[in-house]
C-alpha cells in the first residue's frame, strides 16, 4: 500500500509491485464555463484555424484548462506567426494546440496496428469534410447505430491491450508523451442524432493503457473495454422540465458526472490519509496517474497548391502522412501493419489524383473498397463489370494482384509507396510484401496457423512472377480452374498466368511455399523440406512455365480445392486436434499423375498428399533431378497423422462391490475420468476454435497471462503421461521426428 508522503510509493501490480516516482494528490476541478467560451471564440477567429462551432465545443470540453488553450488561439501576427504548433507534410501544413485533456473526453479512433487483422466489428466509414474550398481540421465517422460505436469502441481498447501495453510505465510515471487528437462527428445510419467529440489518432495504446492502470491489473482487457466504453457514452438522463439537450451535451454531461463522482470519493480518501496518518489506496494513485493525459489537439489544416487531393480528403490524408512518418520509420508496427497502411494510402492518392485521368475513376474506388475490406468477395462481378467472374475470396485476390500490377497503376501504386515510406526504390519482393497482407484479408483468421509464414513468402515475391507482372494478359473467370490447363498448355498466356495467380495464391495461404523456399534441401522428397533453393515468385513462375503440365495442372488442383474458410489437412502447419466424427473434413492438396484421367495421384485408391516438396520439384524437374541420388517416379513421403486421443470406456454394469477396490481399480477408475476430462478439453478448444475462425482478436486462449496458465497446466499434463509411457510403446514407438518438417521449415524462415 501506498503512502501520501512525497516520496517513491510501490504499488501492487498482478504480480509484481510498481515503484511511483511520484502523483498528484490534487485532481483539477471542472473548467469553467466563461472559459470554455474564450475558447470557442479564441478559435473561430483565429484565420489559421477551421473548425465547426461543435468541434470547438468539444475541444474546450476535453481541456482540462480552456484559458490556456485560448491564449494559444491568440490572433496570429500579419507576418503569420502564431503560437499553435505546425507540422508540414506532403501538400499540406497542419496546426495544433497543446493541452492536458480529461481522459474521459477521449475516444480512441481506427486503430492502424491492427489494420491487417480480421476483427468481429467492421470500421466506420470516414468522411472528410470542407467549407467550401477549405479543408477543416475534423472528419466523420459513420456507424451503423449506437450499438455499432459501442461495439467498436470497446474491440478497439481489447484488440489493443492484446497487442501491446504500457500500463506498468504510465502507474510509474503517467502518459508523458502527447496523443494527436483531432474532433470527429459521430454519424449513424439508422438517423440517431449524431454526436461531436476528440478521438485519439496517435497514442491509442497509450489511451488502452491508461484505461488498463485507471481499471486495475485484476481485470481482463474485456473489462478493462466494457467500462471505457461505458465512461465515454454515459449518458445523463434527460431531467423532467428542462429543455432538451441535443445528444452531445447529454453524452457530455454523463461524463462530467462520471468525473465528479471520481474527484470526489479520490479526494475524499487524500483528505482522510492526511488526516489520520493512513495509507492512500492503490486505486486512488491509479486514479491519479490516469485523470489527465497531454494532447496535440489538430484544429487547422492549409492544403498546399500543388495538392492534388480533393479538399475534404487533406485533413486525413494529412494525419495518416504524420502517422506514417512516426509508426513507419521510428515507432513502427509490425510489418503487416505498415503494409497495409502503404499499400492502401497509396491506392487511393492514385485513385484521387490519376483515376479521372486514365477513364478508371468509378473501378478503382471500387478496387480500393475491395482491398480495404469495404467491399466483399460477392461484389466483385459488380466491381470489374462481369457477371462470369465467381464472387469468391480467390477470384477476389485474383482481381486485385491483377488489377494492381497493370500499368501505368502498377508504376504509379510504386512511386507513391516509395515516397509514403522514404525510399528510393522499390523492388519486386518490397512491392509483393506490400499486397500480401491486402489479399489475405478474406481468410486471415481462418487461416492464422499459416499468416506469418505466408506473408513471408509474399515479401519473398509471392505470385509476381515475370510473366504474371507482364501486361499482355486478363484473368480468365471459371468455375472449373482444371479447365484451363488445355488451353494454357497449347499456348494461352491468359488461361497460363490465371492459374500462376490463383494456384500460387492457394500454395501461399495454406502453407505449402514459404519464404526462402530450400534452405532446408532434401534429395529425397520429404515433408518440410525442398529439392533446391529458390525465391517463392521463382517457383511460382517455374509452374506456371509454357509446357510444364505438371507444373499447370498441380497449379489447377490447388487453386480448385482451395477454401478460404479452413485449412487443408497437408498443411505444414501443425495439425488440429482430432475432428470430431462426422463432421466437415478438412480439403487436401494433391499431387499430379500425369497418367491419370483426372490427373490426380493416387496409392491404392487413396489420393496422394501434395508437399513442399512436391511443389518445387514439379516447378524445375530436371533442375531437381540434378540433385536426386536416383531417377525415377516421385513420391511424398506421407505427414504425420493427426493425434487420436483415447475413448474414455464405458463403467462397468452389475453389482457395486461393497470392497475396498483394489490399486488397480482404483487407477483403472481414474484413468477413464482423466480420459473423459481430456476428451471435455478436447471439446472446449473445438469450440475455442470454432469462435476464432471468424477473427483474429482477441487471442484464442487470453492475453499472456492466461495463456501462460494454460500451457504451465498443459505442459505438467504432458510431462506426467510422457513420464509413464508403458515399455511396450517404448519398444515399438515409431520415430517421433516425423513431424518436424514444419519445425525445420520455420528455422529456415
Not at 318 to 342: G, M, Q, T
Request: aromatic share 4%; glycine share 6%.
Amino acid at each position: 500500500m501506498s503512502k501520501p508522503a512525497n516520496r517513491p510509493v510501490t504499488v501492487e501490480w498482478g504480480k509484481e509491485t510498481v515503484v511511483v516516482s511520484d502523483f498528484p494528490r490534487e485532481l483539477p476541478g471542472a473548467s469553467n464555463v466563461d472559459d470554455r467560451i474564450k475558447l470557442v471564440n479564441a478559435g473561430t477567429a483565429n484565420r489559421l484555424t477551421g473548425l465547426t462551432d461543435d468541434a470547438w465545443h468539444a475541444v474546450a470540453r476535453a481541456s482540462t484548462v480552456p484559458a490556456l488553450v485560448a491564449q494559444q488561439l491568440s490572433k496570429p501576427a500579419d507576418d503569420g506567426a502564431s503560437l499553435l504548433l505546425e507540422e508540414h507534410v506532403d501538400g499540406a501544413t497542419l496546426r495544433s494546440v497543446h493541452s492536458r485533456v480529461w481522459l474521459s473526453e477521449l475516444f480512441p479512433g481506427i486503430q492502424p496496428r491492427t489494420s491487417q487483422e480480421k476483427l468481429d466489428e467492421d470500421d466506420p466509414k470516414v468522411i472528410g469534410e470542407a467549407d467550401g474550398d477549405r479543408p477543416l481540421a475534423l472528419l466523420h465517422y459513420r456507424y451503423r447505430d449506437r450499438d455499432h460505436l459501442r461495439a467498436h469502441i470497446e474491440q478497439t481498447i481489447s484488440v489493443t491491450l492484446h497487442r501491446n501495453s504500457y500500463a506498468e510505465s504510465i502507474l510509474a510515471r503517467r502518459v508523458t508523451r502527447a496523443l494527436i487528437v483531432h474532433p470527429v462527428i459521430y454519424e449513424f445510419e439508422d438517423g440517431t442524432e449524431p454526436v461531436t467529440a476528440l478521438i485519439a489518432r496517435d497514442g491509442i495504446t497509450r489511451l488502452a493503457s491508461a484505461w488498463k492502470v485507471f481499471v486495475g491489473a485484476e481485470f481482463s482487457n474485456e473489462n478493462v473495454a466494457t467500462l471505457a466504453a461505458a465512461t465515454l457514452l454515459h449518458e445523463r438522463r434527460q431531467p423532467a422540465g428542462e429543455p432538451s439537450k441535443p445528444l452531445t451535451q447529454r453524452l457530455a454531461l454523463g461524463r462530467e458526472e462520471s468525473r465528479k463522482t471520481l474527484h470526489t470519493s479520490f479526494t475524499q480518501e487524500i483528505t482522510d490519509a492526511a488526516n489520520g496518518g493512513g495509507e492512500v489506496s492503490d486505486r486512488a494513485v491509479r486514479i491519479a496517474q490516469t485523470y489527465l493525459v497531454p494532447a496535440h489537439i489538430a484544429v487547422g489544416i492549409e492544403a498546399h497548391e500543388r495538392s492534388a487531393l480533393r479538399t475534404a480528403d487533406v485533413f486525413d490524408d494529412a494525419l495518416r502522412s504524420i502517422l506514417a512518418s512516426v509508426h513507419v520509420e521510428f515507432k513502427p508496427w509490425d510489418e503487416a501493419a505498415k503494409n497495409v497502411e502503404v499499400a492502401t494510402r497509396a491506392l487511393k492518392l492514385v485513385v484521387q489524383t490519376r483515376a479521372v485521368e486514365w477513364g478508371l475513376e468509378q473501378q478503382l474506388q471500387g478496387v480500393h473498397a475491395l482491398a480495404t475490406g469495404r467491399l466483399g468477395e460477392s461484389e466483385v462481378p459488380a466491381v470489374f463489370e462481369d457477371a462470369t467472374i465467381p464472387g469468391t475470396a480467390l477470384w477476389r485476390a485474383i482481381y486485385l494482384v491483377h488489377t494492381l500490377t497493370r500499368p501505368p497503376l502498377h508504376e504509379e501504386l510504386k512511386n507513391r509507396a516509395k515516397d509514403i515510406k522514404n525510399d528510393r526504390r522499390m523492388s519486386t519482393k518490397g512491392y509483393a510484401g506490400l499486397l500480401g497482407p491486402v489479399i489475405d484479408m478474406a481468410w486471415r483468421a481462418e487461416k492464422s496457423s499459416a499468416l506469418a509464414q505466408a506473408r513471408n513468402a509474399w515479401n519473398n515475391g509471392g505470385v509476381l512472377s515475370a510473366d504474371v507482372l507482364s501486361d499482355n494478359w486478363v484473368p480468365v473467370p471459371t468455375e472449373d480452374f482444371t479447365s484451363l490447363v488445355e488451353p494454357a498448355l497449347q499456348g494461352d498466356t491468359n488461361a497460363r498466368c490465371t492459374l500462376a495467380v490463383a494456384g500460387g495464391i492457394a500454395l501461399i495461404a495454406d502453407k505449402l511455399l514459404t519464404r526462402n523456399v530450400g534452405s532446408a534441401v532434401s534429395s529425397d522428397p520429404q515433408a518440410g523440406k525442398v529439392p533446391f533453393r529458390a525465391d517463392v515468385s521463382v517457383v511460382i513462375g517455374g509452374l506456371a512455365k509454357e509446357g510444364n503440365a505438371l507444373g499447370l495442372w498441380l497449379l489447377a488442383h490447388a487453386a480448385q480445392r482451395f477454401e478460404a474458410s479452413t485449412m487443408p489437412s497437408n498443411t505444414s502447419a501443425r495439425p488440429r486436434l482430432g475432428l470430431p466424427p462426422g463432421g466437415p473434413q478438412p480439403y487436401q492438396h494433391v499431387m499430379v499423375d500425369l497418367t491419370a484421367p483426372d490427373r490426380v495421384a493416387r496409392d491404392g485408391g487413396a489420393e496422394k498428399a501434395l508437399s513442399t516438396w512436391d511443389v518445387v520439384y514439379a516447378s524445375d524437374e530436371s533442375r531437381a533431378r540434378k540433385r536426386m541420388p536416383v531417377t525415377g517416379t516421385v513420391t511424398a513421403s506421407p505427414l504425420a497423422p493427426a493425434p487420436v486421443f483415447p475413448t474414455p470406456l464405458p463403467p462397468t454394469a452389475g453389482t457395486p462391490n461393497l470392497r475396498k477396490p483394489s490399486t488397480a481399480q482404483q487407477k483403472d477408475d481414474h484413468r477413464r475420468v482423466l480420459a473423459g476430462q481430456l476428451d471435455d478439453a478436447k471439446e472446449t478448444l473445438r469450440a475455442l476454435e470454432d469462435l476464432g475462425r471468424g477473427t483474429t482478436y482477441p487471442p484464442l486462449l487470453g492475453a499472456t497471462e492466461e495463456w501462460s496458465k494454460l500451457l504451465e497446466a498443459a505442459v505438467d499434463i504432458l510431462t506426467t503421461i510422457k513420464e509413464h509411457k508403458p515399455k511396450e510403446a517404448e519398444d515399438n514407438e515409431e520415430d517421433e521426428e516425423g513431424e518436424g518438417g514444419e519445425d525445420d521449415e520455420a528455422a529456415s524462415a
